[in-house]
């Protein structure tokens, strides 16, 4: 493995591990069969309480590009710090590995990934539950300004080839290397989102976007994310707390005043949600307190009191309507 061979340069795969074993192989192999060969695979087992760390020794021992990190439990954003931490890379992907790379993927990345790019983002196959889901819309292929990009991620339905999710695109080593950019660790639920406003907000170049598929999502009926959406817990308010700092990166970015505007609909959003989850535990007034303490810091009190005064009026028109029915 080198940093440079031949020209080509290295590209670290950065794969945050937690009990996959029944996916994990798959994932390795299509990393093991790409056209392209001069990568690193950086596997980081967080603490896993299956046989997923002992398969990534396996493989480790079998191929020298692949380094394995053992640590406690802490994370998917602390994972994939330490992976970001020792990467070697001129590039780097950071996909899930209990999805899939097709075999073509580094190598098509890399066909973009010219001297004037700082991200290459791409389209994706998606499969819920085994089905295959129908192909959403694409955003033409082409060469953006960071402050074009940004605006396009706003679009509802998203585009898959500008969504905010990291596992579909290929990013500048030397930009998260001399910016220490990292995934906030305090942050469980929209880590992915609050990252890529991290990484645009230091980009000195353009991003492109194509519409070839070079991953695979699967999405289950398990998972970190959807566990967090049953039952509230400290860790839920993330949400929240994700988009309120990804306005603030857009504050900083100067964008545009509409996609501020939807940023902050998606805030108002993220608040609702959370205490529609407060509501449903038993003591729910701490909790409810304790999370507007730290939405002060993003809305203000007179925010907090619109908002929960529309959520008292449309409470009220319910059960109006509910009795109405009768």
């Given at each position: 493995m080198e940093k440079q061979r031949n020209n080509t340069p290295l590209?670290?795969?950065v794969a945050p591990v937690y009990n996959i074993e029944l996916y994990l192989p798959a994932f390795i192999q299509g990393v093991l069969k790409q056209t392209y060969d001069n990568w690193e695979l950086l596997?980081?087992?967080d603490g896993s309480e299956d046989r997923s760390g002992v398969i990534c020794d396996e493989y480790a021992q079998a191929d020298c590009r692949i380094r394995v990190f053992h640590k406690p439990n802490g994370g998917v954003s602390s994972a994939r710090?330490?992976?970001?931490?020792?990467?070697?890379?001129?590039?780097?992907?950071?996909?899930?590995p209990d999805d899939?790379?097709?075999n073509n993927a580094i190598e098509t990345y890399l066909e973009f990934a010219t001297d004037d790019i700082d991200l290459v983002s791409a389209f994706y196959t998606f499969y819920r539950n085994g089905e295959?889901?129908?192909?959403?819309?694409?955003?033409r292929e082409g060469r953006y300004t960071v402050s074009e990009f940004?605006?396009?991620?706003?679009?509802v339905p998203q585009p898959r080839n500008v969504d905010r999710r990291c596992v579909n695109k290929l990013f500048r080593a030397s930009i998260i290397k001399d910016n220490n950019i990292f995934f906030q660790e305090d942050i469980y639920y929209r880590e992915d989102i609050l990252y890529i406003y991290q990484f645009l907000s230091r980009c000195t170049r353009f991003v492109k976007c194509i519409t070839q598929s070079?991953?695979?999502?699967?999405?289950?009926?398990?998972?970190?994310?959807?566990s967090l959406q049953e039952s509230y817990s400290p860790k839920s308010a993330g949400k929240f707390i994700a988009m309120g700092r990804c306005y603030g990166l857009l504050e900083q970015m100067n964008a545009e005043s509409v996609v501020k505007k939807r940023m902050r609909v998606e805030m108002v959003k993220a608040y609702n949600a959370i205490v529609d989850l407060i509501k449903t535990e038993p003591r729910w007034g701490e909790d409810f307190y304790m999370f507007n303490r730290s939405a002060r810091e993003y809305f203000s009190l007179r925010e907090i009191l619109r908002i929960n005064a529309g959520r008292l009026v449309r409470k009220i028109k319910s059960k109006e309507n509910t009795s109405k029915s009768r």
């Amino acid at each position: 493995m080198e940093k440079q061979r031949n020209n080509t340069p290295l590209v670290s795969i950065v794969a945050p591990v937690y009990n996959i074993e029944l996916y994990l192989p798959a994932f390795i192999q299509g990393v093991l069969k790409q056209t392209y060969d001069n990568w690193e695979l950086l596997l980081i087992d967080d603490g896993s309480e299956d046989r997923s760390g002992v398969i990534c020794d396996e493989y480790a021992q079998a191929d020298c590009r692949i380094r394995v990190f053992h640590k406690p439990n802490g994370g998917v954003s602390s994972a994939r710090n330490v992976g970001l931490k020792n990467m070697k890379g001129d590039w780097v992907m950071i996909p899930d590995p209990d999805d899939e790379l097709p075999n073509n993927a580094i190598e098509t990345y890399l066909e973009f990934a010219t001297d004037d790019i700082d991200l290459v983002s791409a389209f994706y196959t998606f499969y819920r539950n085994g089905e295959l889901m129908t192909p959403a819309r694409k955003c033409r292929e082409g060469r953006y300004t960071v402050s074009e990009f940004v605006a396009l991620m706003g679009i509802v339905p998203q585009p898959r080839n500008v969504d905010r999710r990291c596992v579909n695109k290929l990013f500048r080593a030397s930009i998260i290397k001399d910016n220490n950019i990292f995934f906030q660790e305090d942050i469980y639920y929209r880590e992915d989102i609050l990252y890529i406003y991290q990484f645009l907000s230091r980009c000195t170049r353009f991003v492109k976007c194509i519409t070839q598929s070079l991953y695979t999502y699967f999405m289950r009926s398990s998972g970190a994310a959807i566990s967090l959406q049953e039952s509230y817990s400290p860790k839920s308010a993330g949400k929240f707390i994700a988009m309120g700092r990804c306005y603030g990166l857009l504050e900083q970015m100067n964008a545009e005043s509409v996609v501020k505007k939807r940023m902050r609909v998606e805030m108002v959003k993220a608040y609702n949600a959370i205490v529609d989850l407060i509501k449903t535990e038993p003591r729910w007034g701490e909790d409810f307190y304790m999370f507007n303490r730290s939405a002060r810091e993003y809305f203000s009190l007179r925010e907090i009191l619109r908002i929960n005064a529309g959520r008292l009026v449309r409470k009220i028109k319910s059960k109006e309507n509910t009795s109405k029915s009768r």
